[in-house]
Nanobody
Framework: QLQLVESGGGLVQPGGSLRLSCTTS????????LAWFRQAPGKEREGVSC????????TYADFVRGRSAVSRDNAKRTFYLHIDNLKPEDTGVYYC???????????????????WGPGTQVTVSS
């Protein structure tokens, strides 16, 4: 069993940056592919970014590509999402998630992930 808890959300001005953290407990983190999803009010949940089990491959959604970075620190049992140049449309609840098996190349498909954190609110507004 793997438990995940997000932190780092809050109110950010447009153009600003934030770093979300996901702290995990349970099984060793290195076996899991990890990802971030988000859900804006009134919209479906969507994938933001993911990183493979070995950390050698990452994927980004078009709406954050070029202004985002996903990373993991297996020793600290934590992974991160950094986003620059935040826009009001980045507002939503951000979830950190983990797969149930080793994935050498990750995809932003919800069905690929078994463990979910409770989510953290990110609001981009002036």
């Amino acid at each position: 069993q793997l438990q995940l808890v997000e932190s780092g959300g809050g109110l950010v001005q447009p153009g600003g940056s934030l770093r979300l953290s996901c702290t995990t407990s349970g099984f060793p983190l290195q076996f899991y592919a990890l990802a971030w999803f988000r859900q804006a009010p009134g919209k479906e949940r969507e994938g933001v970014s993911c990183i493979s089990s070995g950390g050698t491959s990452s994927t980004y959604a078009d709406f954050v590509r070029g202004r985002s970075a996903v990373s993991r620190d297996n020793a600290k049992r934590t992974f991160y999402l950094h986003i620059d140049n935040l826009k009001p449309e980045d507002t939503g609840v951000y979830y950190c998630v983990a797969s149930s098996s080793v994935q050498h190349a990750c995809e932003l498909k919800q069905e690929n992930y078994y463990y979910w954190g409770p989510g953290t609110q990110v609001t981009v507004s002036s």
